[in-house]
């Protein structure tokens, strides 16, 4: 499966930040949005990623004042991202290699979505399911022809 399909089930909705916005309006994002993640934008491109676990560490852990500590203190700037044509097993791969949760999916040069660990299983889940239930059709029809 590739990631073009996964954002057609999922969406492909993108909630994003600035370097210089403050950490508590991006936390206050995530909150809202029920999300652990945001794309960080500086004119349109990617300059970085910020997730609630950056914030945890980065934030709580050296107690910076989250109205004033900008979000470029905090986020990651090495960014791992993907494309639509990235396969489902691609994702896993990088996700494994880099030890993250979280893909930005890049579109002509433009970010468009995030693919999660948590978007994968869930096609995982129902593909597996989807292949079940045509194993038990199949065992249907041969028991109801044989008898």
């Known amino acids: ?26 936390v206050k994002v995530m909150a809202d949005n029920d999300i652990g993640f945001l794309v960080v934008l500086d004119r349109n491109a990617i300059v970085g990623v910020l997730s609630e676990r950056d914030c945890a560490r980065r934030l709580v852990l050296e107690r910076k004042p989250p109205e004033t500590t900008p979000v470029s203190d905090l986020m990651v700037r090495e960014v791992v991202s993907v494309g639509p044509a990235h396969t489902f097993a691609d994702c896993l791969k990088l996700m494994h290699q880099h030890g993250i949760r979280h893909l930005p999916v890049i579109d002509r040069e433009k970010p ?19 292949i079940i ?14 008898a």
């Open 1 to 26: 499966m590739l990631v073009s399909e996964i954002l057609r089930i999922k969406g492909n909705t993108l909630y994003t930040t600035t370097p210089e916005g403050a950490v508590m309006d991006a």
């Open 112 to 130: 468009v979505a995030v693919v999660s660990i948590r978007d994968l299983l869930g096609e995982a889940v129902a593909h597996h399911a989807r």
């Open 133 to 146: 239930a045509e194993l038990e059709r199949e065992r249907l029809t041969i028991f109801t022809s044989t």
